[in-house]
């Protein structure tokens, strides 16, 4: 798309016009059209990102799709894929004394099991812990630096927000007194394990926000070895829609590639210097995610001469490994499928029942960008779920 102008001013025109979007969701029919005469009755887009879910539900893109093309949430949102023994051991290091900074999301984070009686930061904030509510990880090392309290961060995040974990360790303005619980996690490793276990995906939107610091060339893989189409889309409801009448297109034309629709912003190399200080600081390794237990290289570790912020080794902890990690959701909550766009949110039993935005039971319910808060918040069952 051509623009040229104030970003903000566009973002309210050009990328919420309802008459473009009307132009393109002709263009998504007629390749829909061409795709059925073709004999193929289901088309099925992840949009890998909770952004993408929250624009594709806020504004009701399903609704505006042709019955076939689906659009299936994927596990991109960090604070329901952080594992529970993550929050159990922030809730234990808050009890024993601790101050804990953690994300306004992750502060409702529910665990699996309960440390004395406390589910989650806010239940222990609630018995008298030192939990505090950062907007982000340099406030809490700056707030950490004004006192001598042993402290540690629930560092949850992608590679959007682990770059900022690492400029702060770099850059040394990481006070003595202050640890991470590093909960950071890499998504090409996520997508992979998605379109594998889902078995059905026909093309995938790619995250925007990640893409503009990894490079979109990460996503590579996709058309190349599972032959998907995928476009790298910004987060506007015309990105979205012209996101999925390139998948459709390369669908019709039997041309499978990457693409960035965001162009605006990501480009094949990505953010060069965030590349370097992550690669400073983290070393890349097998880690476990909410609900769908371990995955190859996608988790960002401390590297060694960092440890001593590390919270597990500095005080005496140790995380499971992959033979020892077991299931983390309670029971009949179906995150794990949520997250891997096997089951929509709806398909849970628990959903608006048992599980509420207000009440959350299971991770997808407490993030903005978590696909079942997200379908709670805009309507629930009969709004989002299957609107023709
Ligand atoms: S509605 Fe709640 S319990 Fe059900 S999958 Fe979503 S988060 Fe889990």
Redesign the pocket.
């Known amino acids: 798309m051509e623009y040229s102008g104030d970003l903000r001013t566009l973002t309210k025109t050009v990328f919420r016009d309802g008459v473009l979007a009307s132009e393109i969701v002709k263009l998504i029919r007629g390749y829909w059209d061409l795709l059925r005469s073709n004999g193929i009755e289901e088309v099925k887009i992840m949009n890998f990102c909770g952004t993408h879910e929250y624009t594709s539900t806020h504004y009701g893109i399903r609704s505006i799709l042709p019955r076939g093309v689906t659009l299936i949430a994927g596990p991109g949102c960090p604070v329901c894929i952080t594992p529970s023994f993550y929050v159990e051991s922030a809730v234990k290091l808050a009890l024993e004394g601790l101050t804990v900074y953690t994300y306004g999301d992750s502060y409702r984070l529910p665990a699996v099991k309960e440390i004395e009686g406390c589910k989650s930061l806010s239940d222990a904030r609630m018995m008298g812990a030192d939990v505090r509510v950062v907007y982000s990880f340099l406030d809490a090392a700056k707030d950490a630096a004004k006192h001598t309290n042993p402290s540690t961060f629930l560092a949850v995040g992608f590679e959007t927000t682990c770059p900022a974990y690492a400029s702060a360790l770099a850059s040394g303005l990481v006070p003595n007194n202050l640890t991470l619980i590093m909960a950071g996690r890499l998504t090409p490793p996520a997508a992979r394990f998605a379109v594998e276990r889902v078995g059905t995906v026909s093309g995938v939107i790619a995250p925007g926000h990640v893409s503009t610091i990894t490079g979109a060339g990460v996503w590579r893989f996709l058309p190349e070895e599972y032959r998907i189409p995928t476009v790298v889309a910004g987060f506007e409801p015309i990105d979205v829609l012209i996101a999925v009448a390139l998948i459709l297109r390369q669908m019709v034309e039997g041309d499978t590639r990457l693409m960035i629709e965001y162009s605006r912003t990501v480009t094949m190399e990505g953010n060069t210097r965030a590349k370097r200080v992550l690669s400073q600081v983290f070393d890349i390794v097998d880690a476990a995610w909410r609900g769908i237990g371990f995955i190859e290289n996608s988790g960002y570790a401390l590297k060694e001469n960092f440890r001593e912020h590390d919270a597990f080794e500095q005080n005496g902890m140790k995380e499971p490994s992959w033979e020892e990690w077991s299931h983390d959701?309670?029971p009949?909550?179906?995150?794990g499928q949520?997250i891997l766009g096997a089951a929509k949110?709806t398909d849970?039993r628990?959903?608006?029942k048992?599980?509420t935005p207000g009440t959350?039971?299971?991770?997808?319910?407490v993030s903005a960008e978590?696909?079942?808060s997200i379908w709670?918040r805009m309507g629930g069952r009969e709004a989002v779920a299957e609107v023709p």
Request: charge should be neutral; charged fraction near 0%.
């Open positions: 959701l309670l009949g909550c179906i995150c949520v949110p849970c628990l959903f608006m048992g599980c959350p039971y299971g991770p997808c319910m978590g696909a079942c709670a």
